[in-house]
């Protein structure tokens, strides 16, 4: 039976790699080296594998009535718990996306009225990006990318590497949420692994299709075909977001944002970067009123028995429909009379507080209720196989459900968010999550082709040919990346690399979401506003570099021996180039000088405490002898390590 225990901090470089400390050897008769030696790794360790959680209460044969019914009543009282903590999570979500609309809402705007700009695909993509992460949402950047395709603001072909921007923009929610489990080792690399594969998967998938679009215009030419071949209805009563209704009664209560105004930014009305995103007026209606329009026009006058003709403004008051706010909105932040940016740091706050609090509470409910005979069924029944033969079609119903869950709840942000606590605590693997989060970026896509139903005519026609691009480049990343083993793997392989990573340096989740999510993407978007001739200079000498790393890698791992004996490993780079481990002491001294500094009264317990983590404890190594010329040394095992300490 494996050890459930998580291995000391010391091993996780050996999990990382996949390798193990090798035996050392020295010559007969020469005196080994002196180093630390600490307890050995447990090789048969898998920090992937789901732990077993045990039931460590009184079984229900052994109790009695009063027992039974106790335990019934805090069953009861844990599940409804549980959908409670589950209720406000999503509202945090919710809060957490108004925030960072409110925050960086208007410059999405101002990014996505650029037209010729998002002409170049690659600009397109990183605007798709950054826009997506400030509103928080795929549904809403893809909807108003579907707007300006209907206006005839933008054409088809350059919204689809903005859908593609989009897609991976809506995947930085639940690494995020990620970041709750950080306490825990394992629990958090299982966590951030589950939520990264949904990065991996379309990064990858982006890196593949955006040159073949480019190319040959594939999803352009084949939503195109399908287009034409149906006859398209207006139809305005099909779109039906349920999981608003559930949550817009508590979230309505606190701020309420009119997102149209990031709409009319994009679109190219400079009216609205006045307009606040706090909603102001909840009821409407029109009004009839006379509005006074001077005009230019020829007048005819007589002087000195002469008709002369001359120009002069005339005043007539005309009658018109406008639309008068009757009664005001009634929120929390309503009339506060702070700008949106003080209110969206303040919900953002907010937000933050719930999330990890909800987050905190949901692992500990869980870990109480998944424990024994139900954490076996649970996991069993998440995690099963079809028998047989069948086995081969389990991921793709998983794909189905994946789909259909997010369209119940209308955000494949809620939905994989919500599946990446339980990732963490080991209730779903890392490779049932991934068919999971494929499933949600099919599902996803279904906001936007019910939304385009409620336009008409030629805007019906080009709005649901972005949202059926937005869905056929889902499915084929899909192709590209299941059905076939090994590039199955891919995703599945860069997200535990991720995960590892993370667990050993718990400060690398914080620098892969700056630099995936907002670094990059406006590094390459700055360039692109440089013009083509710039983004090329600096962007293929970097991505030839990244290639060639990327499969010397591959051989060191498989085929070293097809290398020169230089580049079999990375020792001959200084280690800040191969390895975080300067970055890492670093980060750590910062942080334990922020540490003494901010505890003066107990200054002396801080730096025993800190230098008791730095330094490795000492210990004599064992040392087997054998009969041969070459004396062969091993690392200790727990009893012999026992024995000596």
């Known amino acids: 039976m494996k050890r459930q225990s998580p291995p000391p901090e010391y091993c996780e470089e050996h999990y990382q790699n996949g390798s193990f400390p090798p035996m050392l050897t020295t010559p007969q008769g020469e005196a080994p080296p002196a180093t630390h030696i600490h307890p050995p790794c447990d090789l048969d360790y898998d920090p992937w594998a789901l732990p077993e959680l045990q039931d460590e209460g009184v079984k229900w044969s052994e109790l009695d009535t009063r027992g039974k019914i106790r335990r019934v009543i805090i069953s009861i009282c844990k599940v409804v718990a549980l959908v409670t903590l589950l209720y406000f999570f999503v509202c945090s979500l919710d809060f957490l996306s108004s925030a960072f609309r409110l925050l960086g809402g208007k410059s999405a705007g101002r990014a996505f009225a ?384 991720l995960g590892n990573t993370t667990a050993r340096y718990r400060w690398f989740a914080l620098l892969y979401l700056t630099v995936m999510f907002f670094c990059l993407p406006a590094l390459v978007f700055a360039l692109s506003l440089a013009g083509w001739q710039v983004l090329v200079g600096f962007g293929v000498p970097i991505l030839l570099l990244i290639i060639a790393v990327v499969i010397i890698n591959i051989l060191q791992n498989k085929r070293p021996q097809w290398l020169p004996k230089k580049l079999q490993n990375w020792d001959f780079l200084p280690l800040w180039m191969h390895s975080l481990e300067p970055l890492d002491k670093l980060i750590t001294k910062l942080l334990s000088i922020c540490h003494c500094c901010s505890s003066k009264k107990d200054d002396s317990e801080d730096k025993e405490a800190i230098s008791g983590q730095q330094e490795l404890t000492p210990a004599l190594p064992i040392w087997k002898p054998l009969p041969k010329k070459e004396e062969i040394y091993s690392i200790p095992s727990d009893t012999e390590f026992e024995s000596m300490v």
């Open 114 to 497: 650029e037209n010729e700009l998002l002409k170049n695909p690659i600009a397109g993509l990183m605007v798709g990006i950054l826009a997506t992460v400030l509103v928080q949402s795929s549904s809403t950047s893809t909807s108003i990318v579907v707007t300006m395709v209907a206006s005839g603001l933008l054409h088809v072909q350059p919204a689809i590497p903005i859908i593609m921007g989009a897609n991976i923009g809506t995947s930085v929610t639940n690494t995020i949420v990620s970041l709750a489990q950080v306490r825990q080792r394992d629990e958090f690399r299982r966590a951030f692994g589950g939520a990264t594969v949904h990065d991996m998967f379309n990064w990858a998938s982006v890196i593949l299709l955006l040159p073949l679009e480019v190319a040959s215009g594939y999803l352009y030419r084949l939503t195109g075909l399908i287009i034409a071949s149906f006859k398209l209805e207006q139809n305005k009563d099909l779109k039906q977001d349920i999981l608003k209704k559930v949550t817009k009664p508590f979230t309505s209560l606190i701020v309420q944002l009119d997102k149209k105004v990031i709409t009319k930014i994009a679109t190219g009305e400079q009216s609205a970067m006045n307009k606040s995103l706090i909603k102001e007026w909840c009821e409407y209606e029109d009004r009839v009123v006379l509005v006074p329009v001077t005009r230019l026009e020829n007048v005819t006058v007589y002087e000195s028995g002469m008709e002369i003709v001359r120009q002069q403004n005339t005043t007539q008051f005309i009658e018109d429909t406008v639309r008068v706010g009757v009664e005001r909105c009634k929120f929390l932040f309503n009339g506060t009379g702070l700008a949106d940016s003080a209110i969206g740091v303040m919900l953002l706050i907010v937000a933050l507080i719930i999330l990890c609090v909800c987050l905190m509470l949901i692992v500990k409910v869980l870990n109480s209720m998944f424990r024994g005979r139900v954490a076996a069924i649970v996991k069993k029944t998440i995690n099963a196989e079809f028998p047989g033969k069948c086995s081969f079609l389990t991921g793709y119903v998983t794909i189905l459900v994946g789909a259909g869950l997010t369209i119940v709840v209308q955000s494949s942000s809620i939905f994989t968010s919500a599946l990446t606590p339980l990732v963490g605590m080991g209730v779903i693997s890392l490779d049932r999550m991934y068919p999971l989060t494929l499933g949600a970026n099919i599902g996803t896509t279904a906001t936007a082709i019910l939304a385009s139903f409620a336009n008409s005519g030629i805007k019906l026609e080009k709005s649901l040919q972005v949202a059926l691009c937005h869905l056929f480049f889902n499915i084929s990343g899909i192709l590209l990346f299941y059905p076939i083993p090994f590039m199955r793997k891919i995703p599945i392989s860069l997200a535990k690399k």
